[in-house]
């Protein structure tokens, strides 16, 4: 069974850094793609960016300021947010392809989801 667990969400003032975890059981990353995810209150979920065999991929609304990153011995993927805008609070997901070691922007891509963790920047 595949279990991912977001964690490190939380407030944050604008301009501020945070850092997600996605810890994964059941499936190694290094065997799919994985990707983050995001939802805003009243919007649609969201691309933010993915890691795959074929390298990262971010949004164009936070390239340069998000990067993804992954710790193979600890089975766990990371979003650094940088730079953080308002714009950016959403409950952030993270997600693998499990078919697949090629990133997608699509979430219908994906096949295990975690349960999400709250970013809410301040002004």
């Known amino acids: 069974q595949v279990q991912l667990v977001e964690s490190g969400g939380r407030l944050v003032q604008a301009g501020g850094s945070l850092r997600l975890s996605c810890a994964a059981s059941?499936?190694?990353?290094?065997?799919?793609?994985m990707g983050w995810f995001r939802q805003a209150l009243g919007k649609e979920r969201e691309f933010v960016g993915a890691?795959?065999?074929?390298?990262?991929v971010y949004a164009d609304s936070v390239k340069d300021r998000f990067t993804i990153s992954r710790d193979n011995a600890k089975n766990t993927a990371y979003l650094q947010m940088d730079s953080l805008r308002v714009e950016d609070t959403a409950v952030y997901y993270c997600?693998?392809?499990?078919?697949?070691?090629?990133?997608?922007?699509?979430?219908?891509?994906?096949?295990?989801w975690g349960q999400g963790t709250q970013v809410t920047v301040s002004s």
């Open positions: 997600a693998i392809r499990a078919s697949s070691r090629l990133w997608s922007k699509s979430p219908y891509e994906y096949d295990y």
């Open positions: 059941g499936r190694t990353f290094s065997t799919c793609a």
């Open positions: 890691m795959g065999l074929d390298g990262n």
